[in-house]
């Protein structure tokens, strides 16, 4: 019911929310008292018990939607678009956080590389796009869009090259929408280091990876929600890139 949502309730828009550092942002905001639109692309692993209570709280709404489609990316700022004017609110941030990847592999035929890249492209490029033109006349004056991108936007990885210029696109376009909506809304950007490995990542790698950090350890993904607070209160920061990478970026590469 519309009295059930508290107008004045801070409310964030974060996207690849379903699992790992996304989901992570998800349950934190909610536990601060946050309103969280939670965009995720095939599943979304917060609990169903969670999500009914604060759904009925009147604070969490989940959109599915795959960001590689034109029409899905149509349909998800219509959503988002359609809640906020239902319950007259607006929102303090968008997070854009959903990311895919995989090496660059020569072998596959053209087509798949092809396809591969695009792929890359609008989940990187072209949805932040679309989603901020599409929302940022929502975001309250002083408000942020925070992008998450990667320390190899701006040191390159042979291997992930395709998957590197995607994200290189991506802070690119943010520092462009720093100029575009200032000073209404501020934009930032957080390049992420060895946050969490995956499963499939072997000790050996895993060893290699923070032997080139300075902190020398995985960081987890608290650094990071915590990168964020710090960009949501930073009234007079816009346009900067923030490194959350335990050094990664600044170690001496000479000796890797």
Same mark, same amino acid.
């Given at each position: 019911m519309k009295e059930q949502i508290p107008s004045t309730l801070p409310t964030l828009f974060i996207t690849g929310a379903g699992r790992r550092l996304g989901l992570h942002l998800v349950e934190h905001y909610l536990s601060q008292g946050w309103r +969280?639109? %939670?965009?995720?692309? &095939?599943?979304? *692993?917060?609990?169903?018990?969670?999500?009914?209570?604060?759904? =009925?709280?009147?604070?969490? $709404? #989940?959109v599915q939607a795959d960001l590689a489609c034109v029409a899905d990316i149509? +349909?998800?700022?219509?959503?988002?678009? *359609?809640?906020?004017?239902?319950?007259s609110i607006s929102l303090d941030a968008i997070i854009h956080n959903a990311s895919c990847f995989w090496p660059d592999d020569h072998s596959l035929p053209l087509a798949t590389r092809?396809?591969?890249?695009?792929?890359?492209? #609008? +989940?990187?490029? $072209?949805?932040?796009? %679309? $989603?901020?033109?599409?929302?940022?006349?929502r975001i309250k004056p002083q408000g942020s869009i925070i992008a998450i991108t990667d320390i190899y936007a701006e040191l390159p990885n042979q291997r992930f090259a395709s998957?590197?210029?995607a994200?290189?696109?991506? /802070?690119?376009?943010?520092? &462009?929408?720093? /100029? !575009?909506? #200032?000073?209404?809304?501020? +934009?930032?950007?957080? !390049?992420?280091?060895?946050?969490?490995?995956?499963?499939?990542? &072997?000790? &050996?790698?895993?060893?290699m990876v923070l032997s080139q950090s300075l902190l020398g350890k995985?960081?987890?993904?608290?650094?990071?929600?915590q990168g964020i607070d710090y960009l949501l209160?930073?009234?007079? $920061?816009?346009?900067?890139?923030?490194?959350? *990478?335990?050094?990664? =970026?600044?170690?001496?590469r000479y000796q890797q």
């Open positions: +969280v639109i %939670a965009h995720y692309h &095939s599943s979304n *692993d917060l609990a169903e018990s969670l999500q009914a209570q604060y759904k =009925s709280e009147g604070r969490y $709404l #989940a149509e +349909v998800l700022v219509q959503q988002v678009n *359609d809640y906020l004017t239902q319950y092809w396809q591969q890249s695009e792929r890359l492209q #609008a +989940v990187h490029v $072209l949805a932040p796009q %679309a $989603l901020s033109s599409g929302l940022v006349q998957y590197c210029s994200k290189a696109g991506l /802070q690119n376009l943010a520092l &462009s929408w720093a /100029q !575009q909506f #200032a000073p209404q809304v501020r +934009v930032n950007i957080i !390049q992420p280091g060895p946050i969490k490995f995956l499963p499939e990542h &072997s000790e &050996s790698y895993q060893k995985e960081l987890g993904y608290e650094p990071i929600q209160q930073a009234t007079a $920061l816009t346009g900067s890139i923030v490194k959350i *990478d335990g050094g990664r =970026s600044t170690a001496n």
